[in-house]
């Protein structure tokens, strides 16, 4: 993460309890709420948000350092601590994951799905995961911010006080302080994503503010301020990660300038919604399951794991990321007209590439877990939330053409809700060492960014057993992160494989030139 040296403080609403039954929870879902005046019965226990795939393997974990994902951007001048806080406030309200929370549910209480399950079958409602968590809505009040140190030191909070009339917060500091450095501010934004970030947060998301501290000691304005959101990844993901800063630029610009808040922005659906569309879909044809069935036995049981030495990663150690410039904007160009000249895309290229050197160095066919996005109708395009399934990518054709067959079988099999087809496994198999590749290209993503707002996404930093390959295509070119077990093995074996991916995808690109 490029960070600017400065002051650090961190806004954190207040989550409040909604009374149970939830009735705009209900209305929002199609379950229906008492009428009027009709007699109190004895409340069963809470059922809940439906709780999709993905949230419960990853909630279930519990809690943990590193489960977060964050969005950094630069405004492009001065903001005062009220408008930054006002604008985060219009955004929750836009988006109803950011008002939700995890608990574990009360013994006994009914879940949601149960009933499904019991009678899932083909041509029967896919329904949910099984789960003992409970997702309830909650009301997010305006809360207040507090400025952050470093990790060796303890963080202050920034006193305020009201505005009559409207409701805003003036921040103001009890006493001056040093400015942090760049690494300092990373250290501590870490440390307070580590923290606050958690899957069960209340609220388990932060916006945080990067100013010169050079201001007046009120704070009424910040120069230029860099913000900075995170957000347990059980709430968001990449995309998300673009609608938000979308969002909380465009409000920002429309309070300053009076206008209605959410004025040029689509009203999104929530998350919520989405989790019950996947539930309500019918269960996975035969030939589906069939398929995963036999994905999963040529794994040993278990998802695709990465086939070269790793060394010792029966406990998840420290990672290690590498990040690789592929190919800048011109040599992108080339290569994609290289692909498009063998009725291909980009993304095949990759696939031959890794396919051909896994073939070479570890005599096996290319088996990577791949992350398919479920943003299947355009209602979902404005909405954050966690819309990613997995599939698998497998492919022994290092052919352009095999290989892009083989990336549109994973995207047909991550087409169809998960839950059903590992019920029978007890959830998705995995076991260390575990290989997974992402492919993200921000030019044909309905959602984007201003390129002069400097976004970043930035991760964490986290102990792991498995291998990931992120591939991102912007404007600028091609670029590739990868995440692996910092073991004495691993770093020679990847340092060795990546390179060799990176000059497979350079390859065509060259002679083409």
């Known amino acids: 993460m490029h960070a600017r040296p400065g002051r650090l403080s961190s806004y954190s609403v207040v989550a409040q309890a909604a009374a149970e039954p939830d009735s705009n929870v209900s209305a929002g879902l199609g379950f229906t709420a008492e009428p009027p005046g009709a007699a109190a019965p004895t409340p069963d226990p809470p059922r809940g948000l439906p709780v999709s795939f ?42 109803g994951t950011l008002r939700t929370v995890f608990d574990w549910r009360p013994e006994h209480a009914p879940r949601r799905s149960d009933a499904d399950h019991a009678h899932a079958g083909p041509g029967k409602r896919s329904g949910g995961p099984i789960t003992d968590l409970y997702l309830r809505e909650v009301t997010m009040l305006p809360g207040a911010w507090e400025q952050l140190e470093a990790p060796e030191r303890e963080s202050r909070p920034v006193g305020f006080s009201m505005h009559s009339g409207t409701g805003l917060q003036t921040a103001h500091l009890d006493a001056p302080s040093d400015q942090l450095s760049a690494a300092e501010v990373k250290a501590a934004l870490r440390a307070h994503f580590d923290s606050v970030c958690d899957p069960f947060g209340t609220p388990s998301h932060r916006l945080c503010v990067i100013d010169d501290g050079e201001s007046a000691a009120v704070r009424d304005t910040a120069g230029s301020p860099q913000i900075v959101i995170g957000s347990d990844h059980a709430h968001v993901d990449a995309w998300s990660l673009l609608v938000l800063v979308r969002d909380f630029t465009a409000v920002l610009e429309n309070l300053r300038a009076g206008r209605p808040v959410a004025h040029g922005l689509k009203v999104p659906e929530s998350f919520a919604a989405h989790t019950l569309a996947m539930e309500n879909k019918p269960f996975p044809p035969e030939e589906i399951v069939s398929r995963w069935r036999e994905i999963l036995q040529a794994g040993g049981g278990v998802m695709p794991r990465f086939p070269l030495p790793l060394g010792d990663i029966s406990l998840p150690v420290s990672e290690k990321v590498e990040v690789r410039d592929v190919l800048d904007s011109a040599e992108l160009d080339v290569q994609e007209a290289h692909a498009k000249e063998q009725g291909v895309r980009l993304i095949a290229v990759a696939v031959s590439v890794m396919t051909r050197l896994f073939r070479e160095l570890g005599d096996q066919p290319l088996r990577t877990v791949f992350p398919v996005h479920s943003r299947d109708e355009p209602r979902w395009f404005d909405s954050v939330g966690w819309f990613i399934t997995n599939a698998v990518l497998e492919n022994d054709d290092e052919s352009l053409r095999g ?71 912007n404007e600028t070119g091609l670029h590739l992160r990868c995440r692996y077990p910092d073991t004495p093995q691993a770093r020679e074996t990847m340092h060795t494989w990546l390179g060799a991916v990176v000059e497979g995808l350079r390859a065509p690109s060259i002679v083409k030139g």
């Open 54 to 95: 993905d949230q419960n393997r990853h909630v279930s974990f519990g809690s943990r350092p590193g489960s977060w994902m964050a969005v950094s951007f630069q405004l492009d001048g001065p903001a005062s601590l009220d408008e930054i806080a006002a604008a985060w406030q219009v955004v929750i309200q836009r988006h």
């Open 403 to 473: 290989s892009y067959q083989a990336v549109k079988e994973a995207i047909r099999l991550g087409s169809h809700p998960m839950a059903p087809i590992m019920r029978p496994y007890g959830g998705m198999p995995a076991e260390p060492g575990m290989f997974a590749m992402s492919w993200l290209d921000h030019r044909r993503l309905p959602v984007n960014v201003d390129q002069a707002l400097n976004a970043q996404h930035v991760s964490a930093v986290v102990q792991t057993d498995g291998v990931m390959i992120w591939f991102v295509v």
